[in-house]
């Protein structure tokens, strides 16, 4: 793990924070939060030194101007400085707080006392590095997409047996391990789980711990569709929530492991990429069922046609 980040800060107006978003995960950053200034949004994203040059950063701040004059906007403000992992760590944890998603989920730091009045599921995370804290639309779509296809269960997981615990699931790019844990907790059967990162492979593996979930029950591996497959030949279920393009390569594969009942669940697509994901995915064997929109990102809803 990387001793010495990046820190950036961006201060922009509200309505370029998906558009920053976007970019800023496509340069590789890592545990994005945005906090209110007034009538500006303050975007505090990190990344390991190592990944990026002063002019690497200098081309991001000049795409995300040129990203706002696009559309009238006025200009970003982007500044970034060298801190150290517990700085990093300090930092991020002052800006995360209790989050609830859906009609069924609290996403809840790890660091912060568990709530004893709610009647809702209780998702216990540390992201470290790794994409998925719950702030991000796309997150939060999939969750509440889990939620519509895993509404037979009545306790949490592993309280009370339910239909749903017939279901298998693979999640691919699992990030922090949230929609895997996610799909648990409203009683899935199992979870495959699979990203190429390996940080992002070992804070799954701490989110489960975490969570009181056995590793019967999630299965987490390092590596893309072909660990998959060794792991599994069909499945009940797909999350996937990671970047338009790499979804679109990967239909093929992922078509490979459905049966003729799986059904899909898509996201990190902007609404400008989502006809193109519909396309390749209609094109394999699935019916788009629901579009779900989060200001400018959204969420398929695909089953087998």
Request: aromatic fraction near 8%; proline fraction near 5%; charged fraction near 20%.
């Amino acid at each position: 793990m990387a001793n010495t980040w990046w820190e950036i800060q961006i201060l922009c107006e509200p309505d370029l924070e998906d558009s920053i978003f976007w970019r800023l995960e496509n340069f590789g950053c890592r545990g994005t939060a945005t906090e209110i200034k007034g009538n500006y949004c303050l975007v505090r994203s990190y990344l390991p030194e190592f990944q990026a040059q002063l002019l690497d950063l200098a081309a991001l701040s000049l795409s995300l101007r040129q990203d706002a004059l696009c559309i009238g906007l006025p200009e970003p403000v982007m500044h970034w400085q060298l801190i150290d992992e517990q700085d990093w760590a300090s930092s991020w944890k002052e800006h995360w707080q209790p989050q609830e998603i859906g009609d069924r989920f609290l996403i809840n730091p790890a660091w912060l006392p568990v709530p004893e009045n709610t009647d809702r599921l209780i998702l216990r995370l540390d992201p470290g590095v790794a994409f998925g804290t719950g702030n991000h639309e796309t997150t939060q779509l999939c969750l509440e997409s889990l939620e519509m296809r895993l509404n037979k269960t009545e306790l949490p997981f592993p309280s009370k047996k339910t239909a749903s615990d017939t279901t298998v699931i693979a999640d691919i790019g699992c990030g922090s391990g949230i929609l895997s844990i996610g799909a648990l907790l409203l009683g899935a059967q199992k979870v495959y789980a699979v990203d190429t990162d390996p940080l992002a492979v070992q804070s799954t593996v701490e989110n489960g711990t975490l969570n009181g979930i056995s590793p019967e029950c999630l299965v987490i591996r390092e590596g893309s569709l072909a660990v998959l497959t060794e792991l599994v030949k069909e499945v009940d279920g797909i999350v996937c929530n990671i970047l338009a393009d790499v979804i679109i390569d990967l239909v093929p594969e992922m078509s490979a492991i459905a049966k003729p009942t799986t059904w899909g669940i898509f996201s990190g697509i902007l609404l400008e990429q989502s006809k193109a994901v519909a396309d390749s995915l209609e094109e394999n064997g699935w019916v788009v069922a629901t579009l779900w929109r989060r200001k400018e990102w959204c969420c398929l809803n695909v089953r087998r046609s």
